[in-house]
């Protein structure tokens, strides 16, 4: 059974810095790509970025492109989100998640974390 256990929420300023931290198990993830998304009140969830397991190729949002950075380890089976520069637009509900890779790489993800909020104050 696939976990997905996201970590390293909290509260930031403006201009500040967090790192969300994805524990993955229940299974070997080497054909999968894992996901970041995020959800604000009273809006829709929306992607954030996203890397591939075997590879790590990586795919951003245009609104968190060279503020963010996704990264993995595969040896600990931990995804992370670097995210730089944060604005109180930032503020949301961060999701990890994972899916097989193939197909598109921001859609149709099948396993997720519960999620960890991040506040971001002006």
């Known amino acids: 059974q696939v976990q997905l256990v996201e970590s390293g929420g909290g509260l930031a300023q403006a201009g500040g810095s967090l790192r969300l931290s994805c524990a993955a198990s229940?299974?070997?993830?080497?054909?999968?790509?894992m996901g970041w998304f995020r959800q604000a009140p009273e809006k829709e969830r929306e992607f954030v970025a996203t890397i591939s397991w075997r590879g790590g190729s990586t795919y951003y949002a245009d609104s968190v492109k060279g503020r963010f950075t996704v990264s993995r380890d595969i040896a600990k089976n931990a995804v992370y989100l670097q995210m730089n520069s944060l604005q109180p637009e930032d503020t949301a509900v961060y999701y990890c998640a994972s899916k097989l890779d193939r197909g598109s790489y921001y859609i149709d993800y099948a396993y997720w974390g519960p999620g960890t909020q991040v506040t971001v104050s002006p």
């Open positions: 229940g299974r070997t993830f080497s054909n999968y790509r």
